[in-house]
């Protein structure tokens, strides 16, 4: 328990929990309330996402809002990271209620480059796609030239995140 709230406090602190609020924000009227949740993932629930999505957890744990507008949850917001050329890239996944993206972001990228996946213009090509839809790179989803390891990984880690919120959504508060 300590150890959780060592970490919460961190994250607390961190701007990457700042930059996303901003963004969970920024994407909603401003009558919504948002609130933070760590979410664990249990193994069955996990090896299930990670085979379906082709892509593994970075960590066991995610950090999830609720938002939320007059007492009623309108949709969620995930935190997750992919691991870029050699950095993790902190993204996150809004998703309504019927399991359809609202939006992603680049919340935090490390790399020196292909930074340009944090275009807008880039990642409106995820909205509406949800668990069922292909994320096939040169298909579904442009690649961008000299982003190529970036371009699949989020790519990856927001189907993933997809495919996750269809197994737990039941289980959100």
Known sequence: ???????????????????????IFSQFSKEINISMHTFTLNDRTKTLVQNQSKQVFYRDKLYYWKISKNDTT???AFLDNVKGKSMPITFMVIINLDGSIKNSAIIKYREAYGGEI??????????????????????????ITGATISVHSVSKGIRKIAILYDHVKDNLD
């Open 74 to 76: 309108i949709a969620h």
């Open 118 to 143: 944090s275009n807008k213009r880039w990642l409106q090509q995820f909205i509406g796609k949800n668990n069922d839809s292909k994320y096939e790179i040169g298909k579904e989803i442009d690649g």
């Open 1 to 23: 328990m300590k150890h959780t709230y060592l970490l919460l406090s961190f994250l607390l602190a961190n701007p990457i929990k700042e930059n996303s609020e901003k963004h």
